[in-house]
């Protein structure tokens, strides 16, 4: 079993950067593929950003690329999205994720991930 534990979220100001963590506990961290993905009310999920196992392959949707960055730290146990130049539309609950298998990014847009945190809000007034 896998816990996610998310933190960083909050209020922010366009064009500010925030710093996303995600704490997980599992013995096989490393082997997982881990993402974020978010979600406004009343919309659907949408996939962010994935990592691979080694850190080796980075996914991103097309509206953060260039601005989001999501790394993984193996002797910590953590991974990160570090947001830059927020926008408005950033705002949404985010949520950490991890998958057994390693796919691509568009596979997980559809599909998601086999284990999901509870969410950290982030708001980017404008």
């Known amino acids: 079993q896998v816990q996610l534990v998310e933190s960083g979220g909050g209020l922010v100001q366009a064009g500010d950067s925030l710093r996303l963590s995600c704490a997980v506990s599992g013995r096989t961290f490393s082997s997982y593929t881990m993402g974020w993905f978010r979600r406004v009310p009343g919309k659907e999920r949408e996939f962010v950003a994935a990592?691979?196992?080694?850190?080796?392959?980075?996914y991103y949707a097309d509206s953060v690329k260039g601005r989001f960055t999501i790394s993984r730290d193996t002797a910590k146990n953590t991974v990160a999205l570090q947001m830059s130049s927020l926008k408005p539309e950033d705002a949404a609950v985010y949520y950490c994720a991890a998958d057994r298998s390693t796919y691509s990014g568009s596979h997980y847009a559809i599909y998601g991930m086999d284990y999901w945190g509870k969410g950290t809000l982030v708001t980017v007034s404008s």
């Open positions: 990592i691979s196992w080694s850190g080796g392959r980075t």
